[in-house]
């Protein structure tokens, strides 16, 4: 009788956090049910809001949140990315600066001096910016946070050896799967649906509220279109720019540049 095969070795999963709030790792964490049959296909070596114990790469698949805005994360990212196989960006923290890329359009050197009462000892960059700005990434998982459902599939994808299934259409098609009015049409309400990833489910439309864009540019965006349908529901271009620079400041203000008049 011949020697059973050896067991083949789980992939290596790592989790790493830059600048962020913690909530697309929490997404992960909240998954609960999923986890534990995730448990039995992957190993989780690198994962410090689930564990202390953390082992060194390589890994098959990391997860990356959070956004570029210090030296020191600038040069840990490039160790991240040299130890992995496979590279995932989550989170508009890390797909496009987050919040915290408002930085991007003032004086950080004034915001170090008002917030801090020791500004010296504060080590920062003028801006905050996305994972791929500084290295190559396999995929980007957009949302503030995301979605459980989408980071799912990109890991069983990832462990079946096939591409993603994520949606890349805009909020507004999945308004009308739901069968949800259009806030702007029924309402006069400005939204960002047209112009938004889709993912959260129109979860704001869904409560008569026009979407404001956690989710991100979709794959086709006509802002040029868009920001006139916004001042004519009554938005100023105070307004309108406060709108854009929210959760995805740095992606949108790519696209609001080359489009606002």
């Known amino acids: 009788m011949s020697a059973p095969e050896p067991a083949r070795p789980r992939p290596r999963l ?12 929490l997404t992960l964490l909240d998954c609960e049910d999923e986890l534990l049959g995730l ?8 994962f410090l809001e689930a564990s202390s114990a953390v082992d060194p790469g390589p890994y098959d698949l990391s997860l990356v949140e959070g956004s570029i805005t210090t030296p020191e994360d ?15 960006t989550i989170g508009a ?4 600066g987050g919040v915290q890329a408002l930085r991007n ?4 050197e004034e915001f170090r ?28 998982l957009q949302g503030c946070p995301i979605d459980r459902g989408q980071l799912l599939e990109v890991i069983t994808a990832f462990l079946a050896g096939r591409k993603p299934d994520v949606p890349r259409h805009s909020v507004c098609f999945a308004c009308k799967r739901r069968g949800i009015p259009c806030v702007t049409v029924a309402r006069g309400i400005p939204c960002l649906g047209p112009v938004t990833h889709a993912g959260c489910g129109a979860l704001c439309p869904s409560y008569g509220r026009g979407c404001y864009g956690c989710f991100g540019p979709s794959a086709s965006v006509n802002l040029p279109a868009m920001i006139p349908l916004l001042r004519s529901d009554g938005m100023s271009d105070e307004d309108v720019l406060r709108l854009l620079r929210t959760f995805n400041a740095a992606k949108f203000a790519a696209i609001e540049q080359g489009s606002a008049p």
């Open 105 to 108: 359009f003032a004086d950080v």
């Open 14 to 25: 790592g989790v790493f956090k830059f600048a962020s709030c913690d909530g697309c790792q």
């Open 93 to 96: 923290c890390a797909t496009a």
């Open 39 to 46: 448990a039995d296909e992957v190993d989780v070596v690198h």
């Open 74 to 88: 600038a040069a840990r990212i490039r160790q991240v990315r040299a130890a992995s196989r496979h590279l995932v």
């Open 113 to 140: 001096e008002i917030v801090y009462a020791r500004p010296e000892y504060v080590e920062t960059l003028a801006t905050s910016t996305p994972i791929a700005a500084h290295v190559p990434v396999d995929l980007e």
